[in-house]
Every structure is written in C-alpha cells, then in structure tokens.
C-alpha cells in the first residue's frame, strides 16, 4: 500500500472510531469550507458517527451557502459539546481558525485536511495535497476508505466545494483528477445548474451595487501589470450590502486583460484585508505571506494594519512592475 493510501486509511479509522467528532474550518468562511465542513459532517454520519458542524464564535454561515443541507446546524466553537476527535479543514494555521483554534488545539485527536501548500502540518494527522483543487476534493477521496456510501446532500457539499475553489471549473487547478470527482459527486446526486445558480445567480441588488463600485474604481499600477480596486465601510452602509457578499467580488477586476495579478482591498476602520489573484503564473502566495497572509500561488490573501493608500503602496512594491 502506497504511503498515501496509508494516511487516508489512517484518518478514515481515527474518524470511525471517534464518538464523538467536530468539523471547523477557517475563518472567513468560503465555498470550500463550508461545503467541506457539511459534506464531511454528512458523511461521517452516513458512517454512524456523532458530528457537530463548528463555526468560529460571532461567524455566522454566509448567505450565499445558507441553501446547502446542515448550514443552520452550526454550532459556535465556544458552546461545542464534548467532543474526542477535531476535523480542521482548509486551514492551513490554527491561527486561522478563530477560536476554534482552542477546539482544535485541545483535542486529543486533531486531523487536519488541507490544500494549501503553506499547511503547518498541526494536526496529530494531517492529509494535505496541494495538488488537490479543494479540501473537498481531498474529503471524496476518502469515501472509499470509509466504507459507507456517500448520499445527495455529501455529494452537494462537496460539489460546491469544488466548485467555488476552482472558480466554476476555470482556473489553473482545474484538473482531470478535479473533474473526475466533480463528475462523480453528480453522479451522485449533485445538481450542477441548481449549484450554480444558488452560488453565483443568487445576489442581491446591493451586492451589485457594490460591484459597479468596485468596477467604476478599477485602476492600473506598476506599468499596467497590476489591477486593483478598492471598497470601504461607506460602500456597505450605502449599498447595503453585507460584507461576505465580497466573496467573488475580486472575480469581476480579474476579467481584465493584460495583468499579472489584480488586487482588491477591503478597508475597514483600521486595518485592511486584500485579495490577490494571480494570472500568467506569478506567485501571489509570496506576496501575501511577505505581508502577513497566506493561501495559494494563483489565490492569496491577507489583512494588515493601516489605510488603502498605506497597504496599498506596500503592496505594489512586491508586485510585478515594468522591469
Ligand atoms: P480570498 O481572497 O479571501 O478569497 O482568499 C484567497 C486565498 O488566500 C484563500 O486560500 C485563503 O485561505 C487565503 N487567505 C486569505 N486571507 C488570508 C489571511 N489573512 N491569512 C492567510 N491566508 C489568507
Ligand atoms: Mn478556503
Ligand atoms: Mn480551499
């Protein structure tokens, strides 16, 4: 047996013969975590197994994935019953785990699934594959391992997952191996247009209004190679939209032609949280993890102290310009 399956076999054992078991994920919830936390719940419970969906305290579900089975059944880390194994998920610093991160860390048993490549490796299993496009895809490979069937509502999570991580089956980690799996999950009860349209043909008018914002404010920098735009406080008393509807918010600057990454900046009174998309190959993840941050090379991000104009200036300055 090759040392991956191992590891998978490994888990899916811990995960069976825990009684009782709490899924978290990172803070700031998106697709892939929270289609990783319901599908993993799922499942674990389509095995027999007592599973609590955890969510970081004072972080509610988003809106957008209110619709998938299990999202009003999260419980906040502070009030998490009893529990003698933690699932961490997408999460590649306990630090990102809100005060879930307690749960995690003060769990006899904690596994750790991810695909970040920057994962510390902090759990007392971990699964990581940065090859892997979500952690979701990671969770339906150990289906077989785990010895139970997945049903409709798995199949949904993790599809969703999937996904919102590859940004609808678009970018670089799209791979055979990803739409193989994603190919499963609807042959597993998966609605493919039903996702969609939940996920991304769902928004409200004040998200839209908060998208011309953002693209009426679209700028250039480092000689045209950098794309950036930018939204404050204001912007969300005055559109009313909520501050998770920015989740793909950062997909409508990236349309652009002719960059090497775009940015987009989130200020809130004193610090600011930016997102960093990467294309033609320029590592982002670098970017971010020189700031404070972290994620992917092609996805990253990160939050620092300071204005739009203050980060904004640091972050150019590690961004591709003409030279
Ligand atoms: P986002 O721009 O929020 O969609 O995040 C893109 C990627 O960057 C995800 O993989 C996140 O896990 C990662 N990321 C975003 N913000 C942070 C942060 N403050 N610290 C570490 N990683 C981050
Ligand atoms: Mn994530
Ligand atoms: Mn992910």
């Known amino acids: 047996m090759s040392s991956r399956s191992e590891r998978l076999q490994q888990i899916a054992e811990a995960l069976l013969s825990a009684r009782s078991v ?8 998106d697709g892939d975590a929270m ?3 319901l599908g993993l719940t799922h499942l674990l419970r389509c095995c027999g197994a007592t599973v609590t969906p955890v969510l970081a305290s004072g972080v509610s579900a988003p809106a957008t994935y209110r619709f998938l089975p299990g999202a009003n059944e999260f419980v906040p880390a502070s009030e998490s019953p009893e529990i003698d194994l933690v699932v961490a998920l997408d999460a590649p610093d306990p630090a990102r785990l809100g005060d879930a991160r307690d749960l995690a860390l003060g ?3 904690l596994v750790v699934i991810d695909h970040h490549p920057d994962n510390k490796l902090y759990g007392t299993l971990n699964l990581v594959d940065d090859r892997a496009a979500a952690t979701g895809e990671i969770i339906w490979e150990l289906l077989p391992y785990l010895d139970c069937v997945a049903d409709k509502r798995v199949a949904t999570c993790l599809y969703t997952a999937l996904m919102t991580d590859t940004g609808r089956f678009s970018y670089g980690n799209t791979t055979p191996a990803a739409l193989r799996r994603a190919a499963e999950m609807i042959e597993h009860g998966a609605d493919a247009a039903q996702l969609y349209q939940h996920v991304y043909e769902s928004r409200s008018p004040a998200a839209l209004a908060l998208v011309a914002r953002t693209l009426a404010r679209l700028a250039f920098a480092n000689a045209g190679r950098v794309a950036y735009s930018w939204i404050g406080p204001e912007d969300f008393i ?3 939209a909520l501050p998770e509807e920015t989740e793909n918010l950062i997909d409508e600057i990236r349309v652009v032609r002719g960059v090497d990454a775009v940015a987009l900046l989130k200020s809130s009174h004193d610090s600011v949280r930016v997102s960093l998309r990467a294309k033609n190959g320029h590592d982002v993840g670098l970017v971010a993890r020189t700031l404070g941050g972290g994620g992917h090379s092609a996805a990253a991000g990160f939050t620092r102290a300071g204005t739009i104009e203050s980060v904004l200036a640091e972050l150019l300055a590690l961004l591709p310009s003409a030279n």
């Open 22 to 29: 709490a899924v978290c994920a990172h803070v700031d919830p």
């Open 35 to 37: 289609g990783s936390i």
């Open 107 to 109: 769990a006899s048993k």
């Open 238 to 240: 005055e559109t009313g």
